[in-house]
């Protein structure tokens, strides 16, 4: 593989803080959301999860790249970050079975990205001052200009994604013949969310985030899966209605991440912007039925609000965070609902909670939940 010489390209924070770098992907310009993600491994399946639709990601871990990329580690059809933050980017890899280099699957996605940029005072300086938006460049070298187009980029509280990455139209997933149908709200769905429900006897149809319920029950599912998604839960109304209408008629219910969030506003319990959020394969979460400690693979800017859900009789938390005892599951009372934070799909990360997809199938074949 011939070496590319990298061009200069140019890191400003909506705080000022300003970083010179190489150009990695397309030659242009991008704005979004700052976040990181801890993970030292995975970052393909980290870059075409759309939950990440909107922000810039920074990787924490040194070395980017050297793997390159492999045709069966999309969790998307395209790569859906904003844009991306490294130290060290191989254009170079190791792996047989690798397809292409990062380099090369960045700029075909028309990912704008930076190297050779310090990663850990970064990530150190919005650990203290928070999530905020930032710019990248590899064409703009004026800082005044930087700061004037960073303007444009609307902050992630309050902005509605979803619709942005979730199906146009329905499709199915897994195979016609199995025993059971679960209707997907699609509000950003990760590959490998429906590989663990098909491979547990599931007949997927994936449906647009804006899909009604009436519509969903055409497809006369035993059991419905709110997904993962991007932006503020509560700029969704439209799957929020959905969710209470499910409740409802009290049908089996899971939800992840972002799921997780909208059956909470279903509830009337709200939802909050974190700090800097959750981001990585390596976040403890203590499940309070079994008393016992799990390792999961997390991306979520926003939470459940711990004081409102403690108040409401109908919501039972099942999962907490042990770094910082924000909400991680839920369960609710007398219906055939459940959600989690956290992923329990991976891809990347531990395969800690794979039996939350069990307790679904569970669900869907009458047995009760532990509330």
Known sequence: MKYIQKQPAYLLLEDGLFFEGKSIGKKGTTTGELCFNTSMTGYQEVFTDPSYYG??????????????????????SSAKISGLIVRNFSQLYSRETAVQSLDSFLAHNNIVGISDIDTRYLVTHIRDKGAMNAIISSEVTNKKQLEKLLKNCPPMEGLELSTRVSTV??????????????????????????????????????????????????????????????????????????????????????????????????????????????????????????GKCEITSQNHGFCVAREELEKSPDVVITHINLNDDTIEGIRIRNKKAFSVQFHPEASPGPHDSHYLFDEFLELIQGEPMMV
């Open 55 to 76: 922000q810039i990601l920074i990787e924490t871990h040194t070395h980017i790249g050297n793997y390159g990329v492999h045709e069966k580690e999309y969790e998307s």
């Open 169 to 290: 139209q329905p499709y199915f997933h897994g195979n016609p013949n199995a025993k059971f149908r679960v209707a997907v709200l699609d509000v950003g769905v990760k590959k490998n969310i429906l590989d663990c429900l098909a491979s547990r006897g599931c007949y997927l149809k994936v449906f647009p985030a804006e899909t009604r319920y009436e519509d969903l029950m055409s497809f006369e599912p035993h059991g419905f899966f709110i997904s993962n998604g991007p932006g503020d839960p509560a700029a969704m109304p439209y799957a929020i209605n959905t969710v209470k209408k499910i409740l409802e008629a009290d049908k089996p219910l899971f939800g992840i991440c972002l799921g997780h969030q909208i059956l909470a506003l279903a509830c009337d319990v709200q939802t909050y912007k974190m700090h800097n959020g959750h981001r990585g394969a390596n976040h403890p979460v203590k499940n309070l039925f079994t």
